[in-house]
């Protein structure tokens, strides 16, 4: 069946459409605002497996205004209605908040909207705790403290792009202790080498199109992050490090993860390997991997040093991309970090990115973005990662 759903997106919202494109295909992702997009779809949806959303909400009700005034007394109606239908005769008192994304407006508005709809819901016979948010919405960590995704529970969400309102019930919302367990729980880790989050290692996935019937190549699996993210989506892993102490660390990583998840995990693909001469054993569906960044900094080095350390990823990442294409099969999706510098001049990037035409690859275009680069970086970073998303001739 057919739903209409709204995802409220991550701190990167980029990121985050290329993801649900990937995912859910470029004509089911209606962008709305600048934080969040509407995806038809008939796909389950399943917030353990998108790393780039933060809640994911079932549309119960559009309001073609955007005037706060005109919209809070419309929406309290619709969410009484709502409520009486669905817990009609239940006998529970519910679990409620309301969170609001667009509007800029000041929380005792939020506050006043809540302690009304609180009010009509007792005139028609319905108990209800409201949960108030200390900003304009609840976080993840509070929706689910507050048990708002249970049986008597319900978070609403009302969501406007300055011209129509809509009105959304949370289905679920991104489970941060999760991550952080896999995160700094795994026995495995290595802050010298960059630290890839399981999240980011999900969208990137993602943007490969991996799947349950995927085999995954990570060439640079480093404490291997990538391959644990995908052996949860219970593809088929493969993977090689130059350095065997990293490829110690991805097994130990990924026997952990197996006894955690209770999973079957087969990790004789991981050898130690130079990414730019192997040959590995049987042709990969994806390639998902973070190729080496350069040196850790503290600041920027000099200019003539950074241009150095920028011909030295080059020079790898050309090299890699040469040795990779034969070894794929045509149609092969691949997604690779690689690394952009934060200058006063603005962002350095690697030339090769650019040229991946002439070694037989296809840059992928995706159609609810209008940048074709697709960067993450937070503002104090200095080193950046770029997602380079090919697919092969």
Not at 120 to 145: C, R, Y
Not at 339 to 356: F, M, S
Request: aromatic share 6%; net charge positive.
């Amino acid at each position: 069946m057919m739903r209409s759903l709204i995802c409220i997106l991550g701190r990167q919202p980029a990121i985050s459409v290329a993801e649900l494109e990937s995912v859910f295909g470029p004509e089911a992702i209606v962008p709305f605002n600048d934080n969040s997009v509407i995806v038809n779809t008939e796909k389950k949806v399943s917030l353990q497996e998108l790393g780039g959303t933060i809640k994911i909400a079932e549309i119960i009700g559009t309001i073609q205004n955007s005037s706060w005034p005109r919209v809070s007394s419309n929406i309290s109606n619709k969410i009484v209605n709502y409520s009486s239908n669905r817990w009609k005769d239940n006998g529970h008192k519910l679990s409620m908040a309301i969170s609001v994304y667009g509007f800029n407006i000041p929380n005792d508005q939020i506050r006043r909207l809540s302690f009304n709809t609180k009010k009509f819901l007792k005139e028609k016979g319905q108990s209800a705790h409201m949960t108030l948010p200390k900003d304009e919405a609840l976080n993840s960590a509070q929706v689910i403290h507050n048990k708002l995704l249970g049986e008597f529970g319900a978070e609403f969400l009302i969501v406007t792009d300055s011209i129509k309102t809509i009105l959304a019930k949370t289905l679920s919302v991104q489970d941060i202790d999760r991550y952080s367990k896999r995160d700094y729980e795994r026995p495995g880790r290595d802050i010298k080498v960059g630290m890839l989050p399981p999240k980011l290692a999900q969208i990137m996935l993602n943007l490969a199109g991996v799947t349950s019937e995927t085999k995954v190549l990570d060439p640079f699996c480093g404490t291997g992050v990538v391959l644990m993210e995908a052996a949860l989506k219970h593809a088929s892993i493969m993977g090689s490090d130059a350095r065997q102490e990293m490829v110690s660390a991805t097994k130990d990583n990924l026997k952990w993860l197996s006894n955690e998840y209770h999973l079957e995990i087969n990790s004789r693909g991981i050898t130690s390997a130079d990414a730019t001469s192997n040959k590995w054993i049987g042709k990969p569906d994806s390639v998902v991997t973070e190729m080496y960044l350069g040196p850790a900094m503290t600041k920027l080095p000099e200019e003539e040093q950074l241009k150095e350390i920028v011909g030295q990823c080059n020079n790898l990442l050309r090299k890699f991309l040469i040795n990779l294409k034969p070894q794929l099969r045509p149609g092969a999706r691949c997604c690779i970090a690689i690394p952009a510098w934060n200058t006063p001049k603005g962002l350095v990037r690697l030339p090769v990115a650019d040229q991946v035409g002439t070694m037989g690859y296809v840059k992928h275009k995706f159609e609810n973005l209008k940048s074709e680069r697709i960067v993450y970086r937070r503002p104090d970073q200095l080193v950046a990662r770029e997602l380079l998303v090919l697919t092969a001739k």
